[in-house]
C-alpha cells in the first residue's frame, strides 16, 4: 500500500511546528512516573559570545550548541546541514521561539509537559543502557540527561501551550478543511509512472515523458470505459507494485495516506465514475472510487482528533511566529562563516530530510499516490 510522505513548507513557522511533533514522538515512552523536575533552561551554558538577543533575553554560542547537539541527536538526518549558516539561523529562531512559548505556558500546561517528559525520559534511559554507540555519543558530545530533559521540556510546554489555546470552534474549523483526510474510500487506480527508482542504487531513471504518460493513461481510461477488466489493465499497465495484482484496488483506506492530488479525487470523483487522468509527482493516475464514507468529528479516534487539535493549534503557531516574534525585535549575529564552508545542500523547498521520499519500488515510492 501506498502511505503519506508528508511535505512540510520550507518555511520558519512550519519548521517550528515539525521540529516539535517530531520530537515530542523522537523516544517513544515505555511508562512510567518521574519527579517532573526538569528545568526549561540548559545549565552551564553563560559562557561564549552571544549570537542572539531578544526583548525578553538572549542566547550565548555554548546555549546554542548544547540546543543543536541535542537537535541532531533526536534528528540525525539533520546532521550534514546543521551547520549551514541559513539553516543554524532557523533553528537558533526556533530556539528562541520554544523559550518565549515555554515561558507563556501555563502552570497547568507547564505540569503536563513535565509528565510527558518523565514519561519520554524511560525511553531514553533504556536506549541509553542497550545501545554502548548511543552512550558513547552523549559522552563525546558532554550531552547529559538533564540537557535531554530539557529540551524535551521546552518543545513540550510548547506544544502543549499551543494545544492548550485550541477550542472547540477552533477544532469544529480545522476538521470542515481535513474531511478528505478522515474520509474512508474503496478505490480502483492504474498508476503511469513518469519515473522509476532502483531500489539498491536509489537513482531515479525516466520511464516515459509527461506527455507519453498521459497519453497511456488516457489509452487504459478508454479501455475501461469501453468495459474493459480492471484486474487484466492494471496488470498490464499500472506501475503500482502495491495493487497492480489485484486490479488497483485499495480497501477502507483513508485519505491521509494519499498524495494530495490522489486524496482530492478520491474525495470529490462521483462514486462508481473512472475520472480523468489524475497527475501527481509520480505519474498519472486513472481513479474510479467504489465506495466512500464520511466521518463526523465525534466519530474520529482520539489520535485523529489530535491530528485535528495539531492543525488548529498550527495557527496559533504561525500567529505568534508573525505577530508577537517581531516584537522581540531578535537580533541575530551568528559567527559569518568563511568563504566555501558550510556550502551543504539544504533541503529542496518543501523538503526536509527526514521527509524526502525513497520510492524503492512502486509500492513503497508509490507513496506515489501519497503525500
Excluded at 23 to 51: R, W, Y
Excluded at 256 to 271: L, R
Aim: glycine residues 6%.
Amino acid at each position: 500500500m501506498f502511505y503519506s510522505t508528508r511535505k512540510s513548507t520550507w518555511r520558519r513557522s512550519a519548521l517550528l511546528v515539525l521540529a516539535a511533533v517530531l520530537v515530542m514522538t523522537m523516544l517513544a515512552a515505555c511508562g512510567g512516573k518521574g519527579k517532573g523536575e526538569h528545568s526549561l533552561q540548559f545549565k552551564n551554558v553563560d559562557k561564549g559570545e552571544v549570537v542572539a538577543t531578544f526583548k525578553d533575553g538572549q542566547v550565548t554560542q555554548d546555549e546554542l550548541k548544547k540546543y543543536l547537539d541535542v537537535y541532531v541527536l533526536a534528528q540525525p538526518a539533520y546532521e550534514s546541514i546543521v551547520e549551514i549558516p541559513q539553516f543554524q539561523e532557523m533553528l537558533l529562531e526556533q530556539y528562541v521561539s520554544f523559550k518565549l512559548l515555554s515561558a507563556q505556558a501555563s502552570e497547568e500546561s507547564l505540569k503536563e509537559a513535565r509528565k510527558q517528559v518523565d514519561e519520554q525520559l524511560t525511553g531514553f534511559k533504556e536506549l541509553k543502557g542497550s545501545d554502548t554507540t548511543f552512550a558513547d555519543e552523549l559522552k563525546t558530545k558532554k550531552i547529559s540527561d538533564a540537557d535531554i530533559a530539557t529540551f524535551l521540556l521546552l518543545n513540550s510546554a510548547a506544544v502543549v501551550h499551543m494545544n492548550s489555546l485550541v477550542t472547540d470552534e477552533d477544532m469544529a474549523k480545522a476538521f470542515e478543511t481535513m474531511k478528505a483526510d478522515f474520509a474512508v474510500s474503496d478505490v480502483r487506480h492504474i498508476l503511469v509512472q513518469t519515473t522509476e527508482t532502483d531500489p539498491n542504487t536509489q537513482e531515479t531513471k525516466e520511464l516515459r515523458t509527461d506527455e507519453e504518460a498521459l497519453a497511456r493513461a488516457k489509452e487504459v481510461k478508454a479501455k475501461l470505459d469501453a468495459g474493459g477488466d480492471w484486474n487484466e489493465l492494471a496488470k498490464t499497465y499500472s506501475d503500482d507494485g502495491g495493487s497492480k495484482e489485484n486490479g488497483g484496488l485499495y480497501e477502507a483506506s483513508p485519505g491521509s495516506k494519499w498524495v494530495e492530488p490522489f486524496k482530492i479525487a478520491t474525495y470529490e470523483q462521483e462514486i462508481g465514475v473512472i475520472g480523468e487522468p489524475v497527475k501527481s509527482d509520480f505519474g498519472y493516475h486513472v481513479i474510479k472510487v467504489e465506495k466512500r464514507e464520511d466521518k463526523t468529528l465525534d466519530q474520529l479516534t482520539e489520535e485523529e482528533k489530535n491530528q485535528v487539535k495539531g492543525a488548529a493549534a498550527y495557527t496559533y503557531m504561525e500567529k505568534f511566529m508573525t505577530e508577537e516574534m517581531p516584537k522581540q525585535e531578535l537580533k541575530i549575529t551568528l559567527p559569518k562563516a568563511e568563504e566555501g564552508a558550510g556550502e551543504g545542500e539544504a533541503p529542496a523547498d518543501g523538503e526536509t530530510p527526514s521527509e524526502t521520499p525513497a520510492d524503492g519500488d512502486a509500492a513503497a515510492g508509490d507513496e506515489k499516490a501519497a503525500e
